[in-house]
Each structure stands twice: as C-alpha cells, then as structure tokens.
C-alpha cells in the first residue's frame, strides 16, 4: 500500500534554480535525491525551461492547446447569445 505524498509547491526562483544545477552539469538523479522531488516534476522544469524560458503553464501551451482555448471561449460567448436571443424572441 502506498502513501500518497502531500502536493507541494515550488517557486519559480527554486525551479530555475533546479534547473541551473542540471544545466551546470549535477545529473538528475542527484538533484532529484537531494531536494526529494518527483522524477516528472524535475522534467516538467527542464522541458518548460528549454522551450519557453517560463514555468507558467500558459506560457507553455502548444498553438493547437491555444487555439482550442480561444475556440472553447468563443462557444460559450455564442452559446450565452443564443439563449439571450431565445428568450427575447
């Protein structure tokens, strides 16, 4: 039976300083030990470093995740002025 672990949460000073020691050569699986971090956590930081310099998850949406955003958002804007329009009528 495993125990879930607690979620935590990091700065982004902290992620990129993470981020900093792989870069400078300490290997993953040192800095994950050391500062008891999650395999996934620790890639999520280096991809999202790589690709858009920023750990802000909007920041690090594909243009197809974007698109749909926006598509999503336009929807609801038309559905609520259709039902306005119904009611009218």
């Known amino acids: 039976m495993s125990t879930r ?3 935590r949460t990091y700065t982004e000073e902290f992620k990129k300083q993470i981020v900093d020691l792989h870069k400078a050569g300490k290997s993953r699986k040192e800095i994950i030990e050391e500062y008891d971090l999650t395999g996934s956590a620790f890639d999520k930081w280096v991809r999202q470093h790589n690709q858009t310099g920023s750990f ?3 920041d690090n949406l594909t243009p197809e995740q974007k698109e749909l955003k926006e598509l999503r958002k336009a929807n609801t804007q038309l559905q609520m002025e259709n039902d306005i329009l ?3 009528a």
């Open 86 to 88: 119904k009611q009218a």
């Open 56 to 58: 802000k998850e909007k």
């Open 5 to 7: 672990r607690p979620r």
